[in-house]
């Protein structure tokens, strides 16, 4: 199945999650300012939001909370959004996290939906997703074979043929996703497959590393031809993290609930 159809199955199953995370409590941590996880419908709660730093919690709540609205990376809409910011018990105000909800499309009756949300408009609202060619796949895998000591665990795991390729519409550099080794682990409620990920500029192959799961989602969060990578790993609740490409292969955020 190509990758944009299990994507379209996995953001489904999702979606679907059960209601038994009514009421859990749902964390939402980004190293870049201005660019946050929440649920899609405030319906669905708030998401204690944290940053690296203090002041970017404190420009968010300014922003939100003074009806500026936010935007979603995946589609570039619009929604308003409201931060409720905790106090401590001296009654000062707590900028280690806060409460976030955005008012985003009510969601279908037992739907669950995160989005990922900026502060600035997406420069690519949506990415192409296609399959490998035989060209690309063959190039690949002589990039593989020219570095046999560094590739040989993961040649024999990666599945290069179901692999897919990531663009920014007319943009320049390629990005090839490629599944690899399942981990599971029955009694800790965990199951994901590592992709392998590739960056293709012209007819420069490189490889880039391992992301823990599968991508649901691809954003835009350097205004550049590399997506973003949303990753999902099989968990107890929600195990997402945020993966970027433009400064070699970076965790830049996660988002979870259990």
Known sequence: MPLAQQITALVIALASAAPCLAGSESESYSS??????????????????????????????????????????????????????????????????????????????????????????????????????????????????????????????????TASVVSRPGGAYLTVIAPGATVKDKDGFYNAQRHHVFVVHGDVYAYRGEVPGKPVKFVDVDANDLPGLVISEGCDGWCISLWGLTDGLQQLGRFGSH
């Open 32 to 161: 870049r300012p201005g660019l946050f996880f929440a649920w899609l419908s405030p319906d669905l709660g708030k998401v204690q939001v944290r940053f690296d730093s203090p002041a970017s919690l404190q420009a968010l709540a300014q922003h939100c909370n003074t009806g500026r609205a936010v935007f979603s990376l995946q589609g570039g809409t619009k929604s308003p959004c409201k931060l409720e910011i905790f106090k401590l018990p001296s009654g000062k105000e707590d900028w280690e996290s806060a409460g976030a909800s955005v008012q985003g499309p009510s969601p279908k009756s037992d739907t669950w939906e995160f989005g990922l949300f900026s502060t600035t408009p997406p420069r690519t609202p949506k990415w192409t997703v296609r399959t490998i060619t035989s060209q690309e796949l063959d190039a690949i895998a002589s990039l593989i074979q020219s570095d046999a000591p560094r590739f040989a665990t993961m040649k024999q795991q990666l599945k290069l043929s």
